[in-house]
């Protein structure tokens, strides 16, 4: 047998299994008993891998390793998303540089150049996700542009459209100024400000009792150019006698009403309220009850139109510093408040989002609430973990008309047709340029594009060949699982939920698996403005792959957000080290040197039935069996943390540092050969176990393994598999039998012993050579188990006696050890110089005492308690408690000894 190298270097040795795995034709769809399908989230196409990705992506991979292992039909679909805003941000941009304006090159070049940058600068995420490891079938890779996809969303809104449930209308709509473009509530970011609320006196017509003016309150005087009315509360009586009234409005001289509405709080400032309504969605509701004219003041950009004089041409801010001016000078304004409000951002490019009243497309959500909320209700789909089932029934029921035009040029254009000879409009699916009403040539296109999310919510059915080839999504629908972030669980998850269930009748994954989010060390969002982000390929770089999808998996509980443990050079911004990581990579060490060794003792060996010959191998198969189990549930369950943490604790803790240990004499002598088959069965198992959290590694390993039980037919032939990611899944029912509830507590009881005579020999830093005398009191049920492990015990623990007993006593100067339920007495007389020990032991106590004497003195005085903070009160009280534990651990260390 070839011996495995000494090393295993991850830049080195991931990149060429990977090319294996490619070459073998692995990663391709395969066909099997029962359905796993993943569609993969799908990145914008031009972006990068960041940490939600990379846990993303470790998840998946592990449910479709697993899958694919059980022979089960295994479909993995990746793709990416066209992401209309974003890309044609960066494309404007790229343009800009170049002195090149969108508006000058027109609709048709931009998008070309669009479709340049997504040639160019799309695929680096694919690139990246393959480095990971991940098992996606990469020759079916969709695209949210493809044509065919493009048809799928086409039809979407055709039948939409006709079944009546997308219309047209004038809305208010958040807009982005600065993208220019509508976008949806859920895309807009709310942000709390420091503001003011500025009291304007607006003229009254004529007089109101004795009065000239009202006093209006608002945080937005600029937008004051187009109030068409003045609100006040049905239940404020003092306001009744100006019902009814007009005022002047200043600047632009416009006569307005006042009126009643339900919406006004009386409290809210004077009591009187200005209504804007193309520029508020309250005071558009208003307008709309009221019948009030809706008056546009800016333009796509926030500049205020043609038509206000000295204020054309400004912006928001310009305007609203020149109106304060203004009333400023025509002394109507009242006074100034410090004001906080909350105000919307554009979650893209971060500029205060206006309210503005323009025509959009809508999709009317009625009808598809109801179903969508049922699916989830009713069992359908299963969120996990499971609290998060609640933001999307709540999101549901709240959910309003979405939105679904944008103002773009990137993105697939609503396919709506209108006439200009005769009026005619319709949505199709095939492009004209003749009408078919009036035969007439005058037949243009909407100019806007769709929501991305509109296109994406077809996401895990159009990218499998619905509607035109529907024996492609056979099978395979609803998918098994989306895993995804929590922040889209609206934007995304249920209208894909919703789509779903409109078009195909059924939902579109059984199962929401969110991933916590990966905040930076200290808490905060990562984030390439702050520098504080960690890219993952600088980790797999210096850590390996198979470390960083372990590291992330264990990451994966019940938590909302977890702190990664990475440190950024300020400076640089590059990743300096990541401690939890690098421990990742030491278990994926440890897992090389433990199998390098075993397999470096194979000679003679033949793969044959393993057989519990001794108590340790009793002890290993059930713990075995109850690791097939864990892993295989916990992969199935979606409970990648404890999971992982638990096969880790598993092997490094039971396989290498006991089973390995106590077997490794076996080796030696004539039971060798069964000592070998069993070693490698419980390698062989545990090496496919962690197949789906570390497959390099794990596959190197398998690569250089001889062929194990596992591998025999039913003839007990040799039939192996080309590749570990194709090898046969440990299924729990096979290794059922191998479960010894009275195995595992004899060896349970066993370490107990031999750790207690490694714990005392380290701490009085005697040689592992030294024997030592061990008594052990238990009851009769583990005495017995105990002394049938006498052979294995006596080695381990080096013993020079070994007495058992249920009433032995304890042994004079000797440490006890309470665990487990048993009491082992390690003695100590005549190794350690006791009178020594015990001097040095009461000055620690003496030490004590006056410490804690003095804390006591300290928290007695009332004058400390009251005056000092209480952080360093309660830093006192913990070290008083602190000190009576050491105490007590000490006074019972120098009663070992008497
Ligand atoms: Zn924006
Ligand atoms: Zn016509």
């Known amino acids: 047998m070839e011996e495995m190298p000494k090393n295993y270097d991850p830049s080195t040795n991931e990149p060429a299994i990977l090319q294996k795995w490619l070459d073998g034709g692995y990663y391709k769809r395969r066909e099997g008993v029962g359905d796993c399908t993943v569609t993969i989230p799908p990145p914008n196409v031009t972006g990068k891998l960041h940490m939600g990705h990379a846990t993303d992506d470790s998840i998946q991979d592990a449910i479709i390793r697993m899958a694919r292992m059980r022979g089960r039909s295994t479909r993995w679909v990746l793709g990416t998303d066209h992401a209309g805003i974003a890309t044609q941000t960066k494309v404007d941009k790229k343009l800009k540089e170049e002195g090149i304006s969108r508006l000058e090159i027109g609709r048709d070049k931009f998008v070309d150049a669009c479709w340049d940058w997504t040639h160019e600068y799309g695929g680096i995420i694919v690139e990246q996700i393959k480095r990971m490891g991940c098992s996606v079938d990469f020759d079916n890779e969709r695209f949210t542009m493809d044509e065919d996809y493009a048809q799928a969303v086409r039809k979407v809104f055709c039948d939409w459209y006709h079944d009546g449930l997308i219309y047209r209308g004038k809305r208010i709509v958040n807009w982005c100024p600065n993208c220019t473009t509508a976008i949806s509530d859920d895309e807009a970011e709310y942000k709390d400000e420091k503001g003011h609320l500025w009291h304007l006196r607006y003229p009254l017509t004529e007089p109101v009792n004795g009065q000239d003016y009202i006093v209006v309150a608002t945080t937005r005087p600029e937008t004051m150019l187009g109030d068409t009315g003045v609100a006040v509360s049905p239940k404020d009586p003092e306001k009744a006698a100006f019902v009814g009234k007009t005022v002047k409005l200043p600047i632009v001289d416009r006569e307005i009403p006042i009126f009643e509405d339900w919406h006004v709080d009386a409290n809210f400032g004077s009591g009187f309220v200005k209504v804007t309504p193309a520029h508020d969605p309250n005071d558009y509701a208003m307008g709309q009850a009221h019948d009030l004219p809706q008056i546009n003041i800016f333009d796509e950009h926030a500049v205020v139109v043609e038509g206000y004089g000295e204020f054309t041409g400004m912006t928001r801010e310009e305007c609203r510093e020149a109106v304060i001016k203004w009333f400023e000078e025509h002394d109507l304004l009242d006074h100034v408040e410090d004001h906080d409000h909350s105000v919307m951002h554009c979650y893209r490019c971060d500029s205060a989002l206006e309210p503005w009243l323009s025509e959009q497309w809508f ?90 999310w509109f296109s994406s919510q077809l996401w895990t059915f159009a990218t499998q060949g619905w509607p035109q080839k529907p024996e492609l999504l056979e099978g395979h629908h609803p998918t098994t699982a989306l895993v995804t972030a929590r922040d889209i669980i609206a934007l995304w998850v249920a209208r894909m939920v919703m789509s779903s269930l409109y078009f195909l009748d059924e939902v579109p994954f059984k199962d929401v698996v969110i991933y916590p989010t990966i905040l930076a060390k200290d808490g905060s969002r990562m984030s390439k403005s702050k520098g504080n982000g960690v890219d993952p390929m600088d980790l797999i770089g210096m850590y390996g792959a198979d470390a960083m999808r372990f590291n992330l998996l264990t990451l994966c509980t019940n938590n909302q957000d977890v702190k990664f443990d990475a440190n950024i050079d300020k400076k640089t911004k590059k990743l300096i080290d990541s401690p939890r990581t690098e421990q990742a990579k030491s278990f994926v060490t440890k897992i090389w040197n433990a199998s390098r060794f075993l397999l470096m003792n194979m000679e003679g060996y033949t793969p044959g039935e393993p057989v519990v010959e001794t108590p340790a191998d009793a002890w290993m198969f059930s713990r075995l069996a109850k690791a097939v189990k864990m892993v295989t549930e916990g992969i199935e369950n979606y409970t990648f943390g404890d999971m992982a943490r638990g096969v880790q604790q598993f092997f490094w803790n039971e396989v290498c540092d006991w089973y390995v240990e106590v077997t490794k ?41 001889p062929a194990s039980v596992l591998d025999l037919d039913a003839e007990g032939n040799v039939d192996r598999a080309e590749a570990l990611m194709i090898a046969k899944w440990p299924e729990p029912a096979d290794y059922v039998k191998y479960v010894d509830e009275d195995a595992e507590r004899a060896f349970e009881l066993c370490r107990t012993v ?50 058992m007993g249920t009433d032995v006593e304890k042994p004079a100067a000797s440490i006890a050890v309470v665990d487990s339920g048993v009491e082992v007495f390690v003695v100590l007389e005549g190794k350690v110089d006791l009178s020594a020990e015990k001097a040095r032991l009461e000055k620690e106590i003496a030490a004590a005492q006056k410490e804690l004497a003095g804390c006591e003195k300290t928290l007695a005085n009332e004058g400390f308690v009251a005056k000092a903070a209480p952080a360093v009160v309660q830093k006192k009280r913990d070290r008083a408690a602190e000190l009576q534990e050491i105490l007590e651990a000490l006074t019972a260390q120098v009663a070992d000894f008497s």
């Open 754 to 803: 031999v750790s207690a005579a490694r714990a005392t020999r380290s701490r009085y830093r005697l040689s592992p050579k030294a024997e030592l005398d061990v008594v052990v009191r238990a009851g009769a049920e583990d005495i017995e188990k105990l002394e049938s492990l006498r052979s294995t015990i006596e080695p381990l623990a080096n013993t020079a006696s070994l007495v």
């Open 665 to 705: 004499a076996r080796l030696k002598g004539e039971g060798r050969l069964q000592a070998q088959r069993n070693l490698i069965f419980v390698l062989d198992t545990s090496i496919r176990l962690m197949h789906p959290l570390m497959p390099f590694v794990t596959e190197e390993i398998w690569d250089n393994m």
């Open 363 to 452: 999709v009317a959500v009625d009808k598809l609430k109801g179903p969508a909320l049922d699916a989830v209700n009713s069992g359908k789909v299963t969120f996990h973990p499971a609290r998060w089932t609640q933001t999307y029934t709540t999101w549901m029921e709240n959910l309003k008309d979405w939105c679904i035009s944008r103002q773009l040029w990137w993105g697939h254009r609503i396919p709506v047709f209108y006439c200009e000879d005769c009026g005619w409009e319709d949505a199709l699916t095939e492009d004209t340029d003749v009408c078919p009403k009036c035969g007439g040539h005058h037949v243009h296109q909407d100019e806007n594009v769709l929501d991305t």
